[in-house]
């Protein structure tokens, strides 16, 4: 279809609800964000072989291009509003690759309620990479942050933890003796994130800081309390576990430390003062989404994280989390 | 350094400027914008051995992935204000080649007037990659776009055509004859260009309809046509040409067709009604840039563009332009 073709096709239509996108046919998108808003800004780039598999289908490429970036803006309480696309394509890639990975990213338009409002399309001689940049809008001075974490705060975390990094697990060496509904299970979490957006936009004035799980939740539980200044405990056996992942740290032990250290659950991390319990439980009611209390911020040094086993011992953490260099 | 070193160490100083980019510290960017303003977004990719050369000096290949996006914040008379960076480097790629490049960034933050407010650095297998995404203000409803010219609009362009493309020529197959300080305007035409951000600011209430030439005057002429229902008709005797380019075009008649169909040069093409012609004039003298009444709009066939020659006589100009499949 040619560059030009591929966007009248495929991406033209993703833009048609957001009058500032100008149908894709000038050189830049214009909107106004909503009286007393501000805007949140937020980009993430996946590179074929390193952030998904070169087999992975592509409409679930697609949206989980789309989804790592609408979990950054439910961590900053912010409710999604339009996004850009860089899509590096190698020449071999077909039109029907495009085709499904544009289809991926029209569902997840309607899920999210989201559109697409510009972008640019290259050719490389290299592998597939996509970049997103999504916008999301926030009361002004209501965005959530790392910092503002403070002794006290108890520490949540929605949904599950580990079944990203045994997906990939799942997906590349496999796991013995899993059953296949369960492998399925963790091989689709890997894949298809589920970002807190429902929650996300809920947030603002119940939690004090807080972000998404992608480096590992030691890595990034880390990473807020060093941005507030505090250390915090983490009490491994309370760590929300799906059937699934508990299947497959059964039968493998040495899986163990995915829950605390591996990456990709994109699941929020919470610092929740005591006064905003009542509130999170409702939120969570009311998004739908299930959140469990984990441990609590303590004073300390800045960004000390001390997972305790279930006998109160402390677990050898290392390095911990991911590292893209 | 790592992923962490690096943005410590070559991006944060560059993000010091806009509070809203918290110190590149939380998931998101947060930012208002100013009361009666629209926010003009755009994004621009660049792919080693597709954009840029591999041996290119670092700090001009970030200024150049900068100005890009600067470009089309100019053609659509936005007035800049911040940007987020994907860097997708080989680990190859030694810090030494990060410091150059963000220095790169740094100085041309300060001479157009805008800070880096986010991003996110992957490493990839294959070529490094560079994409920004731009952030301007305009007045609300005042943005320039591709529709709007009509029939009686003069065509004027900024600056000098077929430079980059020549330039591109210089530093492949070379051009033989060509004296070295000719040789070297054309080839920094080329990996820099400048984009007319002072002009664009000042466009809003004056041009009809504009873009910038990144895809060559004949095929973005032919976009902003197809996007306003009107023809255009270029006298190419009248196209500005550099010392440089009048040079190389004597020495080899083979790259003729540069000024007309060569890309990348970043100049702006505008429609200005008769009436605007003096305050397009006052604009030009204040912002420091030479514009070039090169043609007219008429009204025709949407999309076409017919050149002249000296004679008055049309230019076969075929399919015209770049592409990037």
């Known amino acids: 279809l040619g560059e030009f073709g591929r966007i009248d096709r495929f991406f033209r239509p993703l833009a048609a609800g957001f009058p500032g996108a100008r149908d894709l ?5 214009v909107f106004a964000v909503p009286d007393g808003h501000e805007l949140v800004v937020t980009t993430d780039a996946l590179v074929e072989g390193v952030h998904f598999l070169p087999d992975d289908p592509p409409d679930l490429v697609a949206r989980k291009a789309l989804r790592v970036n609408l979990s950054d803006l439910a961590a900053m309480a912010a409710e999604p509003l339009a996004y850009t696309l860089v899509t590096a394509l190698p020449p071999r890639v077909p039109d029907s690759w495009l085709a499904a990975f544009a289809s991926g990213l029209g569902a997840d338009q309607e899920e999210f309620g ?4 510009g972008g640019d399309s290259v050719s490389t001689p ?31 975390v929605t949904g599950t933890l580990g079944d ?21 299970f963790l091989a689709e979490r890997y894949r298809l994130p589920r970002p807190r957006v429902r929650l996300g936009a809920r947030l603002a004035g119940l939690a004090s800081a807080g972000l ?25 056996a309370r760590l929300p576990l799906s059937d699934a992942a508990r299947d497959a740290l059964a039968l493998d032990p040495a899986l163990a430390d995915r829950p605390l250290r591996g990456g990709d659950d994109y699941e929020l991390v919470l610092a929740v003062p005591p006064a905003a319990r009542d509130g999170l439980a409702e939120a969570c009611a009311a998004a739908g989404v299930q959140a469990t209390e984990i441990g609590r911020i303590e004073a300390g040094p800045a960004g000390r994280v001390v997972a305790l086993d279930g006998e109160g011992a402390p677990i050898a953490l290392g390095a911990g989390g991911w590292r893209h260099f």
Chains 1, 2 share one sequence.
Not at 25 to 29: E, R
Not at 164 to 184: P, Y
Not at 215 to 223: M, T, W
């Open 25 to 29: 046919g000038d050189d830049a998108a």
């Open 114 to 117: 989201i559109h697409l409002m």
């Open 126 to 156: 290299g592998p597939a990479m996509l970049s997103i940049t999504a916008f999301g809008t926030v009361a002004r001075g209501r965005a959530l942050g790392r910092g503002g974490a403070r002794p006290g705060d108890a520490v949540f």
């Open 164 to 184: 990203s990094a045994l997906g990939l697990e799942v997906l590349t060496r496999g796991i013995r003796g899993l059953g296949s509904e369960a492998a399925a």
């Open 212 to 236: 998404d799980v992608s480096d590992g939740l030691v890595a990034d539980l880390g990473h807020l309390c060093a941005r507030s200044g505090v250390s915090a405990v983490v009490d491994a």
